[in-house]
């Protein structure tokens, strides 16, 4: 009975072990299933990513074409040097068994500081890069605390550390076979003003994001470049193409062995804006000695904007790929102001604004071009001396003449004594004083329109005065307004009563040239006003007094052969304090339109710290006329890459100011960072016209010692 126990163990044992491998291979089979078939497609992905790299692949910004599809920013190669920071550190840990630098760096949270240890990647880089740096001369190194912030922040994506290669390092990098997993030269487009400065301040510029939150695109990164100012700031989502990528198969030691997959990057959309180029240099190239001003040139039957100018500019270029920090400081620190539009900033008009002045009075019924006004040498209004420019004044004369000779005297009683501030407020705020035009780019002044409630508003111890009104009348106290608002005004009076809204933007357009938006032409400014309301005849009054004054008035210089010319000159008497004096600073205008009988052009100069209306502005606003009509008549405008015009204070002169110690704060050009349609004291009485042709206002007029009346 033992002897056949004993015969029948190993039977036993050899169940017991057939079943434990049958239990085994069950484990194992299902296992395979769970693997394979179950979660196979998890576990496929897994083993990819362990043996691929994601890159992405820079995307092209939209072009800025003129209305004619001349390109005014388009894109270039840039030739760059990138890190992988993500692959740098998985090439580190396979090289150093799994070991990677560590560092301690300072997080606030709550208000407090902790400090958190963190992967060393700038160890990790600079280790990567010294072969490569030893072997090209790369003498930089990156930027620590930029390498910091990219890797804590969006690692997945290049850290540009070289860009703009040039051909030589490009050639060593592959000759020498210095390709570094992590480290590579790759080919973007980056952004390229074809013509330099030209239209600096409509183009505006591009630069890197400042918060990683800004401008995603539709991989969930930022964007390498943002629009800044100008077009491409107001128009970064439109010009931004959408990026692609690459999934890059590499081996063992890191190195890539091919393409798997390819997304390519889409190219923005083309914005075509109203300028016309050739309009455009013809104005940068009148306006490029002055140091300071604007100049604007407007299709009265449209509101486009065919050119807008401002003096002094920069060149876009060189915030490509990114401006420096001196640069920079240069820019912001520059008395001149470089980087203000002003031709969207805000200063007193002078004697331009009896335009206005003269609307408002027509509308109101308070005169018609027959009513005859005595205008003396000094009237007095609210017991205040008010003087012309002419100590003798313009004797008995009606509104042509007064606009063509510039009479203060005339427009002061006009203003004050027959009209009153209210319909002046009325028309000013009709035709958009006060506000911003609304035109597609920013930052713009919305300027100030004086009344009593606006006296009320900004300083309520003062009370509203006729004096105020006579003020008012010649365009001097608090009045401020812009080159493109007065180019606005002057439309509706070369048009026949339309007030239109500038428009700076035809059309947006994808790369196969499909229209994506349309901005219509020739909307009102206000759909509920959309006209001057006022008698043709009346407009007319208006249009034959600036005809006069181009033909034998104060805006002589202008005078182009064979065209009708119509226009109005001003000087704003301004001060600034330039090395603890007071500098007589005047802004000097000139605007119209021609020709006369069709209009096709509506014009504004100013220029800061020039002469006089009539004689700084009006021969610019010649040459910019001439060279118009020249070119319709077959002349040909060649555009050149332009240097950024220069600012200077020639034209500030050292005047004693007419309230001494009393004087009111000096005008300045605005700080960029400043708001120049901020409320300002209105000062006392002051400002003639300009000293033009007929030789007006050589000096400035007495002014009272008080500020209010």
Known sequence: MLLNDDRNLPYGRLLTLA????????????????????????????????????????????????????????????????????????????????RLPKIKVPVKRHGEIHYVEQVDIVKIVDEAIEPIARSLGFAHRPDEREIREHFRTRKEIPFQFRTDVDFNTLALFSERNLGVPGIDIVARPVRRYTYGAFAAHVLGYVGKPDENSEALAADGYPYETVGRQGIEGRMDP???????????????RGYVDREEEVKWPTVGNTVKLTLDARIQYIAEQAMRGVGRGAAVVMDPQTGDVLALVSVPNYNPNDFIPRITSEEWKALNTDPTAPLVDR????????STYKVLIALAALKAGAITKETIIDSPGVVYIAGHPFKDWSPNGQGAIKLRDALRMSCNTFFYQLGANKTGIDPIVKMGQRVGFGEPTGIELSPESKGIMPGPDWLKKNFPRERWTSAYTANVSIGQGAVQVSPLQMCVLMSAVANGGHIYKPRLIQEVVDIDGEQKAEIPAAQPRDPENPTLGMKPNDIEAVRDGLLAVVADGTGRRAQ???????????????????????????KTWFYGFAPYDKPRYVFCVMVEGGLSGGGTCAPIAHEMLQNIFDMENGKEITLSYLTPASGHFRGVVDVPHPLGADAPAPASAPAANVDPSAPVAPPANGGGDEPATVQEDDAPPIMPKRRGF
């Open 343 to 350: 031709a969207l900033s805000t200063y007193p008009p002078g």
């Open 19 to 98: 079943l434990m491998v049958l239990l085994a291979m069950g484990i194992l089979l299902t296992r395979l299933y769970d693997v394979q078939l179950a979660r196979g497609d998890v576990y496929t992905e897994k083993l990819r990513t362990q043996t691929t790299v994601a890159t992405r692949l820079s995307p092209a910004r939209g072009a800025i074409v003129d209305r004619n599809g001349i390109p005014l920013a388009e894109n270039r190669a840039s030739f760059d040097v990138d890190f992988y920071l993500d692959e740098l550190q998985r090439n580190y840990s396979r090289a150093h068994r799994g």
């Open 238 to 252: 439109q010009l931004q193409g959408q990026p692609g990528g690459k999934i890059l198969r590499v081996n063992y």
């Open 560 to 586: 182009v052969q064979g065209i009708k010319v119509a226009g109005k000159t001003g000087t704003a008497q301004a001060w600034r304090v330039m090395n603890g004096h007071k500098m007589q600073d005047n």
